[in-house]
């Protein structure tokens, strides 16, 4: 199962004059990839839906915006500015969570898919490449010998 890291804004707090307040959290847990259902076909080869789901390790509050500039030296200020007195973990959406984890989760399988493909590619040109090298040099080789055209 990969670990996953997401960052997750939190934007219900205000500031005790009203201010907008937004906090950046890096949430880390555990996915399980989603497994789509198999529901045509014989009863045999079918099966329901799995996974999907985004198990929280831990919840690091990073920074906050004020009013639109980012703080980023004391991150317990948040607290004062708000009277928030909760856990971190409290401020987090277990869903939205994993939502965001499984769109990074696609965004990297589609990263290295992409990554593989143009490494075969690269491969297949290097090696296409030698082999015209390897003709020329035979072709020279011939050539040399008296055995050319």
């Known amino acids: 199962m990969p670990s996953v890291t997401v960052s997750y804004h939190y934007n219900d707090h205000t ?19 989603l497994v789509p259902a ?3 076909g014989p009863p045999e080869d079918c099966y329901p ?17 004020l009013a639109g500039e980012e703080q980023l030296e ?10 928030f007195e909760g856990s971190w ?5 277990d869903d939205h969570c994993a939502e965001l984890a499984i769109e990074e989760y696609d965004d990297h399988l589609e990263r290295a898919r992409e990554e ?3 490494f075969r590619e690269d491969r297949a ?7 015209l090298r ?4 035979d072709r020279e080789d011939r050539d040399s010998r008296g055995y050319g055209a």
């Open 116 to 118: 593989h493909e143009a």
């Open 49 to 65: 839906e799995e996974g999907g789901t985004f198990e929280i390790l831990q919840v690091k509050p990073m920074w906050y915006y």
């Open 125 to 131: 040109q290097g090696w296409q490449q030698e082999a």
């Open 134 to 137: 390897d003709e020329e040099l």
């Open 38 to 40: 198999k529901t045509n």
């Open 15 to 33: 500031t005790e004059e009203g201010k907008p307040i937004d906090l950046a959290i890096f949430v880390t847990g555990i996915l399980t990839p």
């Open 89 to 93: 973990e409290d401020l987090v959406d």
């Open 74 to 83: 004391d991150i317990e200020r948040y607290r004062a500015l708000t009277g």
